[in-house]
């Protein structure tokens, strides 16, 4: 741009009179071109592989960005259905584990009621053998209260009609009377 002041004056200070803006000057053109051509070529040295680095880092970051945050969705999506397949694995266990407690439980309570039918019948029978031994013992000693009786009465007899032999005959024939009743 210097440089195409610089001609212009020059050619302005040679007596040439300035044109109007739309006269065609060769000699400007071809200034303006190269002036044009080395800004370009400066530029393109300095400003233009800095910027062009930075837009190319920009853009590798946004990609790289992109990429990442697709690769972070999909292990997301994943992640959920996985999630979702765990629960539905941990409520079938749950299900699982409440059914086989329910069936413990019942086992465990048919189990009581077994045990308490044969505790009471047990105590049932227990309870038949101690009245059938009380009946036994009540039999026995009333058994030796009539022989007792008996040989009190025997005694009197005895003592009346002296014919021992005979009444012990009769006691034991009523003895065993009453031991087969």
Known sequence: ???GKTLGLLLFSAGEAPGSPLDVNPGLIIWTLVTVALLLIILKKLAWKPILNSLNERENFIRESL??????????EKLFEQNKEN?????????????QGRQYADKLREQILEDSKQQAKRMIEEAAQEI???NAEAFSKLKDQVADIAVSAA????????DKEKQMKIIAKYLEDLSKN
Request: glycine residues 0%.
């Open 1 to 3: 741009m210097i440089l």
């Open 67 to 76: 990429e990442k945050a697709e690769k972070a969705r999909i292990e997301a």
């Open 87 to 99: 629960l539905k694995k941990a409520e079938a266990e749950a299900q699982k584990i409440i059914e």
């Open 132 to 134: 059938e031994r009380k």
């Open 155 to 162: 005694e009197k007899i005895l003592r009346e009609n002296l």
